[in-house]
Nanobody, 126 residues
Framework: QVQLVESGGGLVQAGDSLRLSCAAS????????MAWFRQAPGKEREFVAG????????LYADAVKGRFTISRDNTKNILYLQMNSLEPEDTAIYYC???????????????????WGQGTQVTVSS
């Protein structure tokens, strides 16, 4: 049974930092691509960042470039999202997602990912 369990969300002020974690279990991740998406109230789920598990190639949405960093711990099968200089516009539920095969043409599309976590709330006050 595949499980993705996020943690690390919370309520912070603008300019603060948070680190989200996503623990993956139930299938090999060595050839996978994993990503963070977010969904704000009344908005569609949007891509934040992605990483290929084996070589660590990363991709970021323009809105978070330079502020967020995606990384992974190969030994623990944990995905991270370091979020710095948070803005009120970053307020959303953050989800981690996994696709077992990393070779895809549209890694920023939610429908490419077969497995999802339950989400963790991030709220940034101004």
């Amino acid at each position: 049974q595949v499980q993705l369990v996020e943690s690390g969300g919370g309520l912070v002020q603008a300019g603060d930092s948070l680190r989200l974690s996503c623990a993956a279990s139930g299938l090999p991740v060595s050839g996978a691509i994993m990503a963070w998406f977010r969904q704000a109230p009344g908005k569609e789920r949007e891509f934040v960042a992605g990483i290929t598990w084996n070589i660590g190639r990363t991709l970021y949405a323009d809105a978070v470039k330079g502020r967020f960093t995606i990384s992974r711990d190969n030994t623990k099968n944990i995905l991270y999202l370091q979020m710095n200089s948070l803005e009120p516009e970053d307020t959303a539920i953050y989800y981690c997602a996994l696709r077992p095969e990393a070779l895809i043409s549209t890694p920023d599309q939610p429908n490419e990912y077969a497995y999802w976590g339950q989400g963790t709330q991030v709220t940034v006050s101004s």
